[in-house]
């Protein structure tokens, strides 16, 4: 509609037109932000995999296309991934530059042009914000050469469970108290990265912080199993846990406070999908199946308003 056409409407008329069009506009511009087709690449270890497990399904529910490409090797760090890289660029035919399935990072992200490379901190190392220098700025130099058109994304790692028998390092030879000290460290670390580069952050270790400090759904240790002398196939009460905690390996208690259950990979991919498709999850059906639907639904209410609020959570 053409000014000279609105100004000839009474002021408040004016006023109401000119308001709508404002509105349509923003939504074309949220709508025109919105990912209907993203190729994703992902540079870090088994917490990236955990985080990213239920992406695909997300993806899917939502009408979307994903293409996700690998460089994740288990408990690696960024100063690890750059190593590989420095050997790579020394010498290609060197296989100690080619971990990943027999190929170089150079190689994998030959593989298209990708909108989006994530990279995180091997969680052990990502509350002491020393160890990601010089390897992050090293690394986010050469994605931007291969890769000038991608967006570079930082995923926030969580903070180990409250019943770790230790947490990660906040400093050389000094490690945290707890999992809210680990937390307040590691989001330090990953938020001052996000500075130094301009970088978004997939604000995962915020929303496991959240359901960790929920009164209702928050988990608490089972003061009441005998961890000295278990008997197969018990196991103490970890109802709302999102990390994988206690399990039986045949005859073998077996204790991982850190990496992330079916219901803590929901939780993450819950963020991944919100931010990196710029998409509500308030519609979101599908659940994991060991996941309770009253417990889902919790996850997405932490989940979305994580992603609203991810800029102000301190």
Same mark, same amino acid.
């Given at each position: ?54 992406l695909p ?32 660029e020394a ?7 080619? !971990? *990943?399935?027999? +190929?170089?990072?150079?190689? #994998?992200? $030959? ?7 994530? @990279?995180? %901190? ?11 220098? !010089? *390897?992050?700025? +090293?690394?986010?130099?050469? #994605?931007? $050469? ?7 994304? @930082?995923? %926030? ?135 309770s639907e ?21």
């Amino acid at each position: 509609m053409k000014i000279n056409i609105i100004l000839r409407f009474p002021a408040l008329v004016r006023f109401s037109i000119l308001f709508l069009l404002l509105v349509c506009q923003a939504g074309d511009v949220f709508a025109q932000n919105q990912r209907d087709t993203l190729r994703l690449f992902i540079i870090g270890n088994s917490f990236s995999q955990n985080a990213s497990t239920f992406l695909p399904q997300l993806a899917k529910e939502r009408g979307k296309t994903l293409v996700i490409g690998h460089a994740e090797l288990g408990g690696h760090s960024l100063e690890q991934h750059w190593s590989y890289v420095e050997k790579a660029e020394a010498n290609p035919d060197d296989p100690k530059g080619k !971990p *990943y399935d027999g +190929k170089s990072l150079k190689m #994998l992200l $030959a593989q298209g042009n990708w909108d989006i490379v994530t @990279i995180q %901190q091997y969680s052990f190392l990502s509350a002491d914000s020393s160890s990601y220098y !010089p *390897y992050a700025s +090293k690394l986010i130099a050469y #994605l931007k $050469a291969l890769q000038p058109q991608a967006l570079i994304v @930082i995923h %926030q790692t969580w903070a180990y469970r409250a019943d770790a028998r230790k947490f990660g390092r906040i400093s050389e030879g000094k490690l945290a108290k707890n999992q809210q000290e680990m937390w307040q460290k590691s989001r330090a670390a990953y938020h001052l990265l996000a500075k130094r580069i301009n970088a978004p952050i997939l604000p995962v270790g915020d929303a496991f912080e959240v359901v960790a400090n929920d009164k209702k759904f928050g988990f608490k240790p089972d003061l009441t199993f005998n961890y000295h002398q278990p008997t197969a196939p018990n196991l103490p009460d970890q109802t709302h846990s999102i990390n994988i905690g206690y399990f039986w390996n045949k005859n073998e208690l077996v204790f991982d406070p850190n990496h992330a259950n079916d219901a803590g990979k929901y939780l993450g991919g819950l963020v991944w999908y919100s931010i990196l498709f710029n998409d509500s999850i308030k519609r979101i059906r599908f659940k994991p199946e060991k996941v309770s639907e009253e417990f889902a639904r919790y996850l997405r209410k932490v989940a979305a308003n994580t992603v609203i609020h991810k800029e102000a959570v301190k």
